[in-house]
C-alpha cells in the first residue's frame, strides 16, 4: 500500500461514524424480543409499586367480614383473602416490598462486593488471599440458608431480609468483580494509565472500573431475580415483611391454609413472583447476549 | 492425583476457618444481650446464669470462638435451648429424611435436565429446543413455594392421589413413603432440573461439533450411534460434576419444600429452630449444611480430575 493509498483509507474510516460499545449493545438489545418483554413487565410493576396509592382499587389494609373468600368477580377483580381484604390492591401494594427488597438487596451486594473485588485484583497479595479466602466460606453456606440464618438473628422484619440478603449476594460479586480486574489489568491501556502516573484508585475507577461494568450489569440482573425469590421466600417463612403489611410471600404463606376453598388466594401473588422474577432473567439473558463481544 | 488432593485439601482449611468464624459471629447479631434472647420468655436469672456460663459470654470474644470451635472438633455442636437435645442428635435424626428427599429429587433433575438439553441440542433451533429452552426459563424462575401449592391443590385436594403433607418412613411403608415424597422431590428436582439441561445443552452443542464427532459421522455411523456413544459420553462428564453441586443446592431448596410439605427433615428444623429462637440449633444446622456443601465440591473436583485423563498428570 502506498502513502497515499494509506492516508486515503485511513479518512475514509475516519469518515464512517463508529458506532461505540454500549450505542451497539443497546441496538442488539431491542432487537432482543425476550430481553423486550421483560423490560416492559418490570417497568409495568414499577408504575404499579409507585403509583401504589392511586391505582389501587381498595386499601390494601381493608377488612370486610362481609367480603371474606370471595373468588374473583367484578367488584374484586383477584377475589379477597380469608379477612376480606382485595387481593388485587395487595398485589399491587406488594410489588413495592418485592421490588424494593430486589433492588436494595443487591445494592447493597454491589456496595460492598464491588470494591472488595477490585481490592482483591487490583492489589493482589495478603489482601488477595483473605478477601478470596472469605469469599469461598461465604460461598460454602447455601444462599438461602445463609439468608434465613442471617435474618434469624437479626430479627424478622423487610429491613433486615433486605439486609440479610444483600450479605448473602456479596461473595458472587467479589468473585465476579475480582476475576474481571485480573483480567482487564494487564490491558495495555490500563498499563498505559500507570505508566503515566495516574494513582492506583484512579486506574481502577476511571480505567478498569467502565470496562467490567457490563458484566456487572449482567449480574445485577439476574441477581435482582434471585433476590426477588428469597425475600419472598424469607417472608412466606414469617422472617420478612410483617403482617399486617402486604408482600407476596407472606400472601402465600397465608393462602396455603385456604387452599380447599379459595384457591385464588394462591394463584395471584405467586403469578406476580413469577412474573417478575422471570422478567429480571430475560433481561439478564439478554443483556449478556447483547454485551457480548463475541456476537456482533 | 495426591499432590492435587493434597492442595485442594490444604486449600481447605482457610475455608472452613473462615465458615466457622462466620456462624460464630451470627451470634453477634443478636440485638441486646445475647443470653437474654436466648432465654426468650424465660426471666429467670438463674436460667439466664446459666445460658451465660454455658455459652461463656462473661468471656473475651476470642476465648468464646476457641470453646466453641473446640466443641465442634469434638462432635459437640451444642445443645437445643428448648428441648434440651444434643444437636447432634437432632441433625443426625433429621438427615437421612433431607437425604431420600435430595436423592429422589437429583435423580428427576438428572432425568429430566439431561434428558431435556440433549433433545435441544441435538434438535438445535427446532420447537423441541425452544420448549427446553422455555421449561430452563420457568425452572430458574418459579418460586420453589409457589409450585408445591400449586402441585397440592392440584393432586391433593382437587383429584386426591397424593397426601398433601407428612411423612412416611421407607421403613415403615414404601410405596406410602414415595406417595409423601414424590411431590415435594419433583418441586426440590425442579430447579436443578433445569440448571442441568441449561448445562447438557450447552456440553452436548460443543461435544457435536467436534472433531471426533464429524470422524465419527464420515466413518458412516449411524446418527444415533453418534450421538448416544461418542457426544453424550463426553458431554455428560462435566454435567456429572454440576449434579454433585445442584446436590448441595438442593440442602436450601428443602428448606422451603419441608416447610410446606411439612416434611421432618433438616429444612424443616432450621426454620423450627428459628422461630423457637434455638440459635445454638440454627448455627448447628449451617454449619454442617456448609460441611456437606463444601465435601460435595471437593467430591465434584476428584470426580473431574478423574474422569479427565489430561488434568491427572
Same mark, same amino acid.
Given at each position: 500500500?502506498t502513502?497515499?493509498?494509506?492516508?486515503?483509507?485511513?479518512?475514509?474510516?475516519?469518515?464512517?461514524?463508529?458506532?461505540?460499545?454500549?450505542?451497539?449493545?443497546?441496538?442488539?438489545?431491542?432487537?432482543?424480543?425476550?430481553?423486550?418483554?421483560?423490560?416492559?413487565?418490570?417497568?409495568?410493576?414499577?408504575?404499579?409499586?409507585?403509583?401504589?396509592?392511586?391505582?389501587?382499587?381498595?386499601?390494601?389494609?381493608?377488612?370486610?367480614?362481609?367480603?371474606?373468600?370471595?373468588?374473583?368477580s367484578?367488584?374484586?377483580?383477584?377475589?379477597?383473602?380469608?379477612?376480606?381484604?382485595?387481593?388485587?390492591?395487595?398485589?399491587?401494594?406488594?410489588?413495592?416490598?418485592?421490588?424494593?427488597?430486589?433492588?436494595?438487596?443487591?445494592?447493597?451486594?454491589?456496595?460492598?462486593?464491588?470494591?472488595?473485588?477490585?481490592?482483591?485484583?487490583?492489589?493482589?497479595?495478603?489482601?488477595?488471599?483473605?478477601?478470596?479466602?472469605?469469599?469461598?466460606?461465604?460461598?460454602?453456606?447455601?444462599?438461602?440458608?445463609?439468608?434465613?440464618?442471617?435474618?434469624?438473628?437479626?430479627?424478622?422484619?423487610?429491613?433486615?431480609?433486605?439486609?440479610?440478603?444483600?450479605?448473602?449476594?456479596?461473595?458472587?460479586?467479589?468473585?465476579?468483580?475480582?476475576?474481571?480486574?485480573?483480567?482487564?489489568?494487564?490491558?495495555?491501556?490500563?498499563?498505559?494509565?500507570?505508566?503515566?502516573?495516574?494513582?492506583?484508585?484512579?486506574?481502577?475507577?476511571?480505567?478498569?472500573?467502565?470496562?467490567?461494568?457490563?458484566?456487572?450489569?449482567?449480574?445485577a440482573?439476574?441477581?435482582?431475580?434471585?433476590?426477588?425469590?428469597?425475600?419472598?421466600?424469607?417472608?412466606?417463612?414469617?422472617?420478612?415483611?410483617?403482617?399486617?403489611?402486604?408482600?407476596?410471600?407472606s400472601?402465600?404463606?397465608?393462602?396455603?391454609?385456604?387452599?380447599?376453598?379459595a384457591?385464588?388466594?394462591?394463584?395471584?401473588?405467586?403469578?406476580?413472583?413469577?412474573?417478575?422474577?422471570?422478567?429480571?432473567?430475560?433481561?439478564?439473558?439478554?443483556?449478556?447476549?447483547?454485551?457480548?463481544?463475541?456476537?456482533? | 492425583?495426591?499432590?492435587?488432593?493434597?492442595?485442594?485439601?490444604?486449600?481447605?482449611?482457610?475455608?472452613?476457618?473462615?465458615?466457622?468464624?462466620?456462624i460464630?459471629?451470627?451470634?453477634?447479631l443478636?440485638?441486646?444481650?445475647?443470653?437474654?434472647?436466648?432465654a426468650?420468655?424465660?426471666?429467670?436469672?438463674?436460667?439466664?446464669?446459666?445460658?451465660?456460663?454455658?455459652?461463656?459470654?462473661?468471656?473475651?470474644?476470642?476465648?468464646?470462638?476457641?470453646?466453641?470451635?473446640?466443641?465442634?472438633?469434638?462432635?459437640?455442636?451444642?445443645?437445643?435451648?428448648?428441648?434440651?437435645?444434643?444437636?447432634?442428635?437432632?441433625?443426625?435424626?433429621?438427615?437421612?429424611?433431607?437425604?431420600?428427599?435430595?436423592?429422589?429429587?437429583?435423580?428427576?433433575?438428572?432425568?429430566?435436565?439431561?434428558?431435556?438439553?440433549?433433545?435441544?441440542?441435538?434438535?438445535?433451533?427446532?420447537?423441541?429446543?425452544?420448549?427446553?429452552?422455555?421449561?430452563?426459563?420457568?425452572?430458574?424462575?418459579?418460586?420453589?413455594?409457589?409450585?408445591?401449592?400449586?402441585?397440592?391443590?392440584?393432586?391433593?385436594v382437587?383429584?386426591?392421589?397424593?397426601?398433601?403433607?407428612?411423612?412416611?418412613?421407607?421403613?415403615?411403608?414404601?410405596?406410602?413413603?414415595?406417595?409423601?415424597?414424590?411431590?415435594?422431590?419433583?418441586?426440590?428436582?425442579?430447579?436443578?432440573a433445569?440448571?442441568?439441561?441449561?448445562?447438557?445443552?450447552?456440553?452436548?452443542?460443543?461435544?457435536?461439533?467436534?472433531?471426533?464427532v464429524?470422524?465419527?459421522?464420515?466413518?458412516?455411523?449411524?446418527?444415533?450411534?453418534?450421538?448416544?456413544?461418542?457426544?453424550?459420553?463426553? &458431554?455428560?462428564?462435566?454435567?456429572?460434576?454440576?449434579?454433585?453441586?445442584?446436590?448441595?443446592?438442593?440442602?436450601?431448596?428443602a428448606?422451603?419444600?419441608?416447610?410446606?410439605?411439612?416434611?421432618?427433615?433438616?429444612?424443616?428444623?432450621?426454620?423450627?429452630?428459628?422461630?423457637?429462637?434455638?440459635?445454638?440449633?440454627?448455627?448447628?444446622?449451617?454449619?454442617?449444611?456448609?460441611?456437606?456443601?463444601?465435601?460435595?465440591?471437593?467430591?465434584?473436583?476428584? &470426580?473431574?480430575?478423574?474422569?479427565?485423563?489430561?488434568?491427572?498428570?
Amino acid at each position: 500500500m502506498t502513502d497515499a493509498a494509506l492516508t486515503t483509507s485511513l479518512f475514509d474510516e475516519a469518515a464512517v461514524p463508529v458506532e461505540s460499545p454500549a450505542r451497539r449493545a443497546l441496538r442488539r438489545l431491542v432487537h432482543r424480543k425476550g430481553a423486550m418483554f421483560g423490560l416492559a413487565v418490570i417497568a409495568l410493576f414499577v408504575a404499579l409499586a409507585l403509583t401504589a396509592p392511586l391505582v389501587s382499587p381498595y386499601d390494601p389494609a381493608a377488612q370486610s367480614w362481609t367480603a371474606v373468600r370471595k373468588p374473583p368477580s367484578a367488584q374484586h377483580l383477584f377475589g379477597t383473602d380469608d379477612v376480606g381484604r382485595d387481593i388485587l390492591a395487595r398485589i399491587t401494594f406488594g410489588a413495592r416490598a418485592s421490588l424494593l427488597a430486589g433492588v436494595i438487596s443487591v445494592v447493597i451486594a454491589l456496595a460492598i462486593g464491588v470494591p472488595l473485588g477490585m481490592t482483591a485484583g487490583y492489589i493482589g497479595g495478603f489482601l488477595d488471599a483473605v478477601i478470596s479466602r472469605l469469599t469461598d466460606a461465604m460461598l460454602a453456606i447455601p444462599f438461602l440458608i445463609l439468608a434465613i440464618a442471617l435474618a434469624a438473628f437479626l430479627g424478622p422484619s423487610l429491613h433486615n431480609a433486605m439486609i440479610a440478603i444483600g450479605i448473602s449476594t456479596t461473595p458472587i460479586f467479589v468473585r465476579l468483580t475480582r476475576g474481571q480486574v485480573m483480567a482487564v489489568k494487564v490491558e495495555d491501556y490500563v498499563e498505559a494509565a500507570r505508566v503515566v502516573g495516574n494513582p492506583p484508585w484512579r486506574v481502577a475507577l476511571k480505567h478498569i472500573l467502565p470496562n467490567i461494568l457490563p458484566s456487572l450489569m449482567v449480574q445485577a440482573s439476574l441477581s435482582i431475580a434471585a433476590a426477588i425469590i428469597a425475600e419472598a421466600a424469607l417472608s412466606f417463612l414469617g422472617l420478612g415483611q410483617q403482617p399486617p403489611a402486604p408482600s407476596w410471600g407472606s400472601m402465600l404463606n397465608a393462602a396455603q391454609r385456604f387452599l380447599a376453598n379459595a384457591p385464588w388466594m394462591a394463584v395471584w401473588p405467586g403469578l406476580a413472583i413469577f412474573l417478575t422474577v422471570v422478567s429480571f432473567n430475560l433481561l439478564g439473558d439478554g443483556l449478556r447476549d447483547a454485551l457480548d463481544p463475541r456476537e456482533r | 492425583m495426591l499432590t492435587f488432593l493434597g492442595r485442594r485439601l490444604l486449600q481447605l482449611i482457610p475455608t472452613l476457618f473462615f465458615v466457622s468464624v462466620i456462624i460464630f459471629s451470627l451470634q453477634q447479631l443478636l440485638p441486646g444481650d445475647p443470653a437474654l434472647v436466648m432465654a426468650g420468655e424465660e426471666r429467670d436469672p438463674e436460667v439466664i446464669a446459666q445460658i451465660r456460663q454455658q455459652y461463656r459470654l462473661d468471656q473475651p470474644l476470642p476465648v468464646q470462638y476457641a470453646y466453641w470451635v473446640k466443641g465442634v472438633l469434638s462432635g459437640d455442636l451444642g445443645e437445643s435451648m428448648r428441648i434440651k437435645v444434643k444437636v447432634r442428635d437432632l441433625v443426625l435424626e433429621k438427615l437421612p429424611v433431607t437425604l431420600q428427599l435430595a436423592a429422589m429429587a437429583i435423580v428427576i433433575a438428572l432425568t429430566i435436565g439431561i434428558a431435556a438439553g440433549v433433545t435441544s441440542a441435538v434438535f438445535k433451533d427446532s420447537v423441541w429446543d425452544y420448549a427446553a429452552n422455555v421449561f430452563a426459563l420457568w425452572g430458574r424462575s418459579t418460586p420453589s413455594f409457589w409450585l408445591g401449592i400449586m402441585l397440592i391443590f392440584l393432586f391433593s385436594v382437587e383429584l386426591g392421589w397424593l397426601p398433601a403433607s407428612g411423612y412416611v418412613r421407607p421403613s415403615e411403608d414404601f410405596w406410602g413413603s414415595l406417595a409423601s415424597t414424590i411431590m415435594p422431590a419433583f418441586v426440590l428436582g425442579n430447579v436443578a432440573a433445569a440448571v442441568l439441561m441449561r448445562h447438557t445443552r450447552g456440553a452436548m452443542l460443543d461435544a457435536l461439533q467436534s472433531d471426533y464427532v464429524r470422524t465419527a459421522r464420515a466413518k458412516g455411523l449411524l446418527e444415533r450411534t453418534v450421538v448416544f456413544k461418542h457426544a453424550m459420553r463426553n &458431554a455428560l462428564t462435566p454435567v456429572i460434576t454440576v449434579g454433585a453441586l445442584e446436590l448441595g443446592e438442593l440442602l436450601s431448596g428443602a428448606v422451603l419444600t419441608e416447610q410446606i410439605f411439612s416434611i421432618p427433615g433438616f429444612g424443616k428444623l432450621i426454620v423450627d429452630s428459628v422461630f423457637n429462637r434455638d440459635y445454638a440449633v440454627v448455627q448447628g444446622v449451617v454449619l454442617v449444611t456448609a460441611t456437606v456443601y463444601i465435601t460435595l465440591n471437593l467430591i465434584a473436583d476428584i &470426580a473431574y480430575v478423574l474422569v479427565n485423563p489430561r488434568l491427572r498428570a
